[in-house]
């Protein structure tokens, strides 16, 4: 099975214009029209089993209409041969940021995202410190933007550094830092980060990183926390398979980053929603 950890769609009404304004500011151009069919005609084309998806909130108010359809979306596909999975959404100025993770979990949602550059928000703040311990404390996978985003590139809201500093004081369970634990960012990432207890997800890194700062990175992290991703449609599925499998690592090791790992991490987190009384999913 492979498992994509990091995907995001938009809703019909408003994927063309969301591409257009995000292929704009970030000066990117996106390799799908950002539309739950595009993506699963894009894992039929690259033999992808199961998509993550994941939303951002970007405004507090915005918190129950995005959980709402990661929730219907969940149950669209629940069944489908080509599965979409997604996780919620919360913001860190959230009124009531429990009542809400309580929320996250009752929907079946099995984890979070957080981006700090659409939230306008330092990851070591502690809004999201205490999102990221209650989130852990209710079994939920948190998944953060890491590093630079290329919309945001002068002024970096998740550094090593901070996380770090997150780790030190949170120790949060189950945390994925997407883009290879920052993006551009990955000298310090293989410095200072790399080997701790968190997972790094692949999103964005195929023809951005070096062949040899990948393979250093995963050689001192180990595969067992890497995660296959691609931030589709800001990156393609066939190509970052393309070059996953490219590497010069072993068998056994890709096959755990491809779908394994994820695999496991899912169950975990599925295990521990049924058991708090979260919806089966």
Known sequence: MVIDFHTHIFPEKIAAKTIAYLEQKAHIKAFGDGTKEGLVKSMEAAGVDVSVVLPVVTRPEQFHTINEFAAKLNEKYRNRQKRLWSF?????????????????KRLGLLGIKLHPDYQDTRFDDIKYMRILDYASELGLVSVVHAGVDVGFPDDVRCTPKRICRVLDEVAPENLVLAHYGSFNMWEEVDKILAGRDVYLDTAFTAGQIEDETFLNILKKHGADK??????SPWSGQKETLAFLRGLAMDKKELQKILGQNAKKLIAQAFLTSVGQGGETC
């Open 88 to 104: 919620g959404g919360i913001h860190p100025d959230s009124a009531d940021y429990k009542k809400e993770l309580r929320t996250i």
């Open 226 to 231: 890497i995660l296959f991703a691609t931030d």
